[in-house]
């Protein structure tokens, strides 16, 4: 069993910048594939970026490809999202995945694990 504790959620201006962690428990952290997702009030869970297991292939969603980075540290069983130049519509509450079998993907159904989640609020 794998738990994951997200934190750096918070209030933001349009342009700012934030960084999500991703805190893990369990020893074969350094074997998952690591999502983050986002939930904006009244929408379908939609993908964020994703990481591999060495770090060494990430994916990201059109909407933030350039302006958003996923990393991993598996020495210290975190993930982060580093998030500059925020806009309003990236306002939702963000929720890390893990994947047993390594996976990268893009459906939220393929992650078996996730986190409480963490607010995100840019205002403008």
């Known amino acids: 069993q794998v738990q994951l504790v997200e934190s750096g959620g918070g209030l933001v201006q349009a342009g700012g910048s934030l960084r999500l962690s991703c805190a893990a428990s369990?020893?074969?952290?350094?074997?998952?594939?690591m999502g983050w997702f986002r939930q904006a009030p009244g929408k379908e869970r939609a993908f964020v970026a994703t990481?591999?297991?060495?770090?060494?292939?990430?994916y990201y969603a059109d909407s933030v490809k350039g302006r958003f980075t996923i990393s991993r540290v598996n020495a210290k069983n975190t993930v982060y999202l580093q998030m500059n130049s925020l806009k309003p519509e990236d306002t939702a509450v963000y929720y890390c995945a893990a994947a047993r079998d390594g996976s990268t993907g893009f459906d939220p159904r393929e992650y078996d694990y996730w986190g409480q989640g963490t607010q995100v609020t840019v205002s403008s």
């Open positions: 369990g020893r074969t952290f350094s074997s998952y594939g």
């Open positions: 990481i591999s297991w060495s770090g060494g292939r990430t």
